[in-house]
């Protein structure tokens, strides 16, 4: 079993419509939290932290569920400029530094 | 605003050969990493640096060695390059200790032949 899973998708939505992923962790004692986003053939950039009280960044709202090992993130009002893959990033137990990514969920969203 | 610069973009090698790709940044950033990105599976981590002069393995690291003698600098090196190692390569550099915020160069793309 991988550490972090994702739905690899992809998801095809219009513009406009709300997209939701999940993704689950192994590590019950993982402390950090990320959802990374990367464009075809470009480098993951970080678009935000997930925090256990959940938060939200304009459209983008990430929650976290330490009981069932799962983190989610939510897109409203789809733009054409969302389709890219989300990566999943967890911390790993033994270090800090060591980050785990999930292989990513990828988004297509169409006129 | 270079952030974290890559080079090259592209290379090709053969069987056996060896390379360096070079990974520089200019953020002052104390942590440096090197992962490779396969489709299908993800970042992997190859190595990593905590400061320079000191160094650690990452969860795939046979087959390359890395060095940080500045700050700035976290070359990776490919001593006997395989089909395997064939790949896009991220540098990322951190200054957030723990938080996990990394910036990524662009990536070089490497075929081994």
């Known amino acids: 079993r991988k550490e972090v899973e994702q739905d690899p998708g992809p998801f095809n939505v219009p513009e406009g419509a709300t997209v939701a992923f999940n993704c689950t962790y192994s590590?019950?004692?993982?402390?950090?939290f990320f959802w990374y986003r990367q464009d075809c053939r470009k480098e993951p950039k970080l678009l935000m932290s997930?925090?256990?009280s959940g938060n939200e960044d304009g459209r983008f709202t990430a929650q976290l569920n330490r009981a069932s090992q799962y983190i989610s993130l939510l897109i409203r009002d789809s733009k054409l400029s969302d389709s890219a893959t989300y990566l999943c990033?967890?911390?790993?137990?033994?270090?800090?530094?060591?980050?785990?990514f999930g292989s990513g969920t990828r988004l297509l969203v169409r006129p | 605003n270079a952030g974290v610069t890559q080079t090259p973009k592209f290379q090709v090698l053969k069987t056996g050969q060896s390379m360096t790709l070079q990974c520089a940044q200019d953020?002052?950033?104390?942590?440096m990493s090197w992962y490779r990105q396969d489709p299908g599976m993800g970042l992997r981590l190859i190595h990593y640096?905590?400061?320079?002069?000191?160094?650690d393995q990452g969860e795939v690291p046979n087959g390359y060695n890395v060095s940080r003698s500045t700050t700035e600098d976290f070359p990776l090196r490919l001593l006997s390059a395989a089909p395997s190692q064939t790949s896009v390569y991220f540098c990322?550099?951190?200054?957030?200790?723990?938080?996990?915020?990394?910036?990524f160069g662009a990536g070089t793309r490497l075929s081994v032949l």
């Open positions: 997930v925090y256990s």
């Open positions: 990322a550099s951190s200054g957030d200790r723990g938080l996990g915020i990394q910036y």
């Open positions: 590590n019950s004692a993982s402390q950090s």
């Open positions: 953020m002052n950033h104390e942590y």
């Open positions: 640096s905590v400061g320079a002069g000191i160094t």
């Open positions: 990033v967890v911390n790993r137990v033994d270090s800090s530094y060591k980050l785990i």
